[in-house]
């Protein structure tokens, strides 16, 4: 597609330095050019609280 920018997510995007992080600013926006990775993610994790009626039951445990 012609005209269509590679945009990433500075923090969290795979970030390989040829992305456009834009900084929404009023009146005119940043666009930055060129940024370098600074975050390397080694992996990932799924991680579900327990609901309120499982803390509540947990807390009670010791009556």
């Known amino acids: 597609m012609e005209g269509v920018q590679h945009v990433e997510d500075l923090l969290t995007g795979d970030n390989d330095g040829t992305s456009i992080f834009t ?3 009023r009146p005119v926006r940043r666009r930055l050019h060129g940024v370098e990775r600074s975050v390397t993610t080694r992996g990932g994790e799924y991680l579900f609280p327990p609901s309120l009626s499982a ?3 947990l807390a009670n445990l010791g009556d």
């Open 23 to 25: 900084v929404p600013k």
């Open 55 to 57: 803390l509540g039951w």
